[in-house]
C-alpha cells in the first residue's frame, strides 16, 4: 500500500489507520518544488518543511518514507498550462491537473512499479465496491468534500485508489489524531494554490507581460474603462474594474485576448443557459450517462441539474434547468447522479455576439 503523505493531517491519519488495518504501507510524498523555489512558496503544502513533517509522521506511524521526484510533471502539467490558461482569457483550476495527471496517473503507475496493490490519500472521497465496479462518491463531510477535484481520474485507475478518511468529518479526523499524537493533529489546512506566493495576479504577471487595452460595455461597444490584461479578469468578476463611472455595477462577462478587450455588462448579461466542456472524463460507460444530471461549475457552488445535450467521448453540452451566473471557461463542469461522481470536463468559452465598436 502506497500511502501518498503531504505532511497535513488528513494524509496522516490516512496512514495511521492504514497501518492499523494490517495493511503493509508505505509513505511517499511527490516533490513539486524547484531547488530555486522562492522563499515564500510552497510553504503551505507540498513544500520541504511539509516533507520534514510527512516524514516525522511516518516515523510515528512506523512505515518507512520516500520523497518522489515529480518536479519535472509538476512543471509540464500544472504550472505551465496554469500560465497558459490565464493568457488565453480562461480560469484554470490546477488542483485538478494535478490529482488527474500526476497524483492519480503518474503516482498509481509509481505504485504498482512497486509491487504495490493500492495507493491511498486523505481526500474526502468515499469508494464504493459494487458489482458495476468502482465508483466515487460525495465524502461524508459536506464541508470538505472533494470529488470535484477528481473527475479526471483515470477510469481504469478507480480500483487501486483509496480513501481512508472519506467516510469521516473533519472534528474526527483531528480526534483520531490527536489520539495516535500525530504531530499534524492540530496543523491549519491549506488553502492557496501551492505553487502560488501572495495572489495570483502577482503570479500570473511575472509570466504575462501587461499590455494596456479596452473594458467595453457588451451591450453597446462603449468604451467604459482601461485594463492592463485580460489575464488579470474572470468571468462574474465585479470588484476592481477601474470603470469610468465607479458608481456603475457591472460584471466581467467576456475576455477576449486577441482584442486585448475586456467586456463588462449587469448581472443578467452574465447568466448561461448551458454550457460546453472539452476534454471530458467519464468514471461510468458512456452509454449509462444519464439524460439528467447534476452538475457543479465551481467548488464551492451548489449542483444544479441539467439535461444533457450531447455527449461523446471527448466533450459535452448541457443545458441547465435555471440559468446559472458567471461559468467560466477553464473551470471544471463535475458531473453527479446524487453523491456519485460520473466525470466531467473544462468549460469551454461561451459563444457570443459582440456588439460593434463605436468609432
Partial sequence: MLCAMSGGVDSSVSAALLKEQGYSVIGAMMRFWPDDKRVDTFDSCCSPDAAYEARRVADQVGVPFYLLDYREQFQEHI??????????????????????????????????????????TGHYVRRADTSHGVEFHRGDDPRKDQTYFLWGTPVDALPYILFPVGEMEKPRVRELAEQHGLLTAQKPESQNICFVPGTVKEFVQEFIPQARGAIREIRSGERVGDHLGTQFYTLGQKKGLGLYQSHAVRHVVHLDPGSNTVWVGDHADCQWSGLRASGANYLLPLPELPEVLEVQVRYRSTPVRARVVHADEHSFQLEFEEPQFAVAPGQSAVLYSGTRLLGGGLIEDHVRTLPAIPD
Avoid at 484554470?92 to 509491487?115: H, I, Q, S, Y
Fill in 79 to 120: 504550472v505551465q498550462p496554469f500560465i497558459r490558461e490565464y493568457a488565453a482569457g480562461r480560469t484554470p483550476n490546477p488542483c485538478v491537473n494535478c490529482n488527474t495527471k500526476v497524483k492519480f496517473d503518474e503516482l498509481v503507475r509509481k505504485a504498482k512499479m512497486l509491487g504495490c496493490d493500492y495507493v491511498a
